[in-house]
């Protein structure tokens, strides 16, 4: 039985799609709802002026605008917000040891359907390592 259920956004396009289908899910099984974003570490863009510390914050602007956009998109839905900076692989793997999920949902955004499979995306080291199902959303 599916009781709680993580969803891992990012700041891509499908983000909103996996958190779109995640809530309906989780509506539907009256299961918990978490929802983790990870801000992976940056080296900023010295040729621009911008140090790791600012990009950083900029990515950590952009998944709060991302949260407050399910919350008025989804009012009244009970979510548990994670956001640990690190390696994104890493970060899922350890809010899911922490909150015990049954279920993890993420949305693909790759077009290049054979880059994907043949690539080290977070979503091929996921499948190796975890133990609960994972869901990955088309992005349309």
Known sequence: MINKI????????????????????????????GVVCVTGYNLGNIDAGITSQEMEEIMRKSSDILMDEINITHPGIDIEEFDPIGNPNREIENVIELWQ??????????????????SNNVEKKLLKKLKIPILIIPEN
């Open 6 to 33: 993580l969803i891992a956004i990012d700041h891509s396009s499908s983000a909103m799609n996996a958190a779109n289908y995640g809530i309906q899910l989780a509506q539907a099984l009256k299961a918990k709802l």
């Open 101 to 118: 999920p049954d279920l993890l949902i993420i949305g693909h955004h790759e077009h290049r359907f054979l880059y994907k499979i043949l």
